[in-house]
């Protein structure tokens, strides 16, 4: 296999978490490389449902998996997800690794995303509120605390100490809400650190030295290329890169130790949270088909955004990672349609735009363009190869490889595993 990156080449929520889990059967580890608790990647077991926020999703292979230095960890959530993961009978002791130089999240992160969002109101972006964009502006700032800290004790109290005084200005004097206990903190993260401790590492040491030893890494990407702080539809974006690059940076490789690189996208398109979204369908018809594609966040529960594939996005997200082939998932939820519109391009001032612009003043001047597909009307959550698809399915797959510029390698047509078909 070699190894590959998976990422997200929508607005997140792809399905990334059941095309990891296919690919992490090969993987020799899978490491996580950016993103947060905001994540929720859901695979399902029989019908035995694992929802994974922090973990990598290569746990439930039984492979060694890292938490890489791109990702911010609360460890509160990690802890709670370990022990839901551990009660279900899947061993996270002694499998998992957090680099040293992954930044903390912190209670006052999460109070200011709460606090920020309140202040912004109707501007507001419609965070997860797992304080991620404040502890990654730590991180930037100079001023977080990282997962090695924790092996120090004196000085973390110090560190501690000094930023929550800062941030508890902020609370007060800039929310007006009230301020944090340095003590409360304290003997939270003292107890966090008893059962982190034995997980600490320097991970990009051992990634590098496995790939050495011709080990196979697969780096998970959380959200899409789509919320990418460079390259998505900022400020209405999740704080890291969620793009292919983001591996290397993410978990400290080189760029050449990369032999593939898979995007992950819906068969159609979603989106939560509040920023554009061209091929947005009415409420009507979402509520619709919301049920049937199981269109509820996985972190907050909130319904989301529905609307045709949209070629524009895709084929940036393809440009910005280097997509060498895309999986195609919940190919059924189109089933019973009769036909089916997809976005190849957008009109912008009598011109024709084929990729994605930067620009939300431009794109709010975008118009979506439609060809229609016809449907293939019959249920395909039985198919295991291409030759069981419908004609018209095919097709269809077909059309959006043309559209990508990249081929289609697997198609998913159902939430457990075995509902995979290997296109190429
Ligand atoms: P944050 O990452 O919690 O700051 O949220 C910023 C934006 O990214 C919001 O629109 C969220 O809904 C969106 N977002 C963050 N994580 C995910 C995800 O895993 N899937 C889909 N959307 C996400
Ligand atoms: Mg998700």
Redesign the pocket.
């Known amino acids: 296999m070699g190894s590959m990156v998976v990422t997200g080449a929508q ?3 792809e399905g990334k978490g059941r095309v990891v889990d296919w690919y992490a059967a090969q993987a020799d580890i899978v490491a996580r490389y950016q ?1 947060g608790a ?3 990647h859901t695979v399902f077991v029989g019908d035995e449902q694992f929802t994974f926020h922090l973990l990598p999703t290569g746990i439930l292979r039984g492979k060694l998996c890292v938490i890489g230095n791109g990702v911010v960890v609360d460890p509160e959530a990690l802890l709670e997800e370990m022990a839901v993961f551990e009660s279900k009978g899947v061993q996270v002791q002694g499998r998992l690794l957090i680099s040293e130089n992954a930044h903390l999240v912190m209670p006052y992160h999460k109070r200011l ?1 709460a606090a920020h969002e309140k202040r912004l109101g109707e501007k507001r ?6 304080g ?2 404040p502890a990654y502006s730590d991180k930037y700032a100079r001023t977080g605390l990282r997962v090695g800290d924790l092996v120090r004790e004196k000085s973390f109290a110090e560190k501690l100490a000094a930023i929550l005084e800062f941030k508890n200005e902020l609370l007060k004097c800039l929310y007006g809400e009230e301020a944090m206990d340095f003590d409360q903190i304290f003997a939270q993260y003292r107890e966090y650190r008893e059962r982190l401790l034995p997980m600490i590492a320097d991970t990009a040491l051992l990634l590098n030295r496995a790939l050495d030893e011709g080990k196979q890494v697969l780096f998970e990407g ?3 290329a789509l ?1 990418d702080v460079d390259f998505g539809t900022y400020p ?4 890291s890169n969620p793009i292919a690059g983001g591996a290397c940076v993410g978990t400290g490789i080189g760029p050449r130790r990369i032999d593939r690189v898979i995007g992950v996208v819906k068969a159609y398109t979603s ?5 554009p979204f061209l091929t947005e369908l009415p409420e009507e018809i979402a509520a619709t088909w919301r049920e049937r594609g199981g269109e509820f ?1 996985s ?1 907050t529960g909130r319904a989301r955004r529905l609307g045709w594939f949209d070629a524009v996005i895709v084929r940036k997200a393809a440009m910005l990672s280097g997509l060498d082939a895309v999986a195609v998932t919940h190919l059924d939820v189109l089933d019973e349609l009769d036909a089916i519109p997809v976005c190849t391009h957008y009109r912008h001032a009598g011109e024709t735009l084929d990729i994605f612009p930067n620009s939300l003043e431009v794109l709010a001047e975008c118009e979506p363009v439609y060809e229609e597909l016809p449907g293939w009307k019959q249920p395909i959550r039985d198919a295991r190869s291409p030759a069981d698809l419908p004609a018209n399915a095919r097709r269809y797959l077909d059309r959006l490889a043309e559209l990508i510029g990249a081929p289609i390698c697997l198609a998913l047509v159902g939430r457990r595993r075995d509902q995979t078909i290997v296109m190429s």
């Open positions: 607005w997140g929520d993103g905001n994540a929720g995303d972006i419609g965070t997860t509120l797992r991620i964009a959380a959200q899409g919320l209405f974006c999740t704080s989106r939560v949270g509040q920023g966040g972190t």
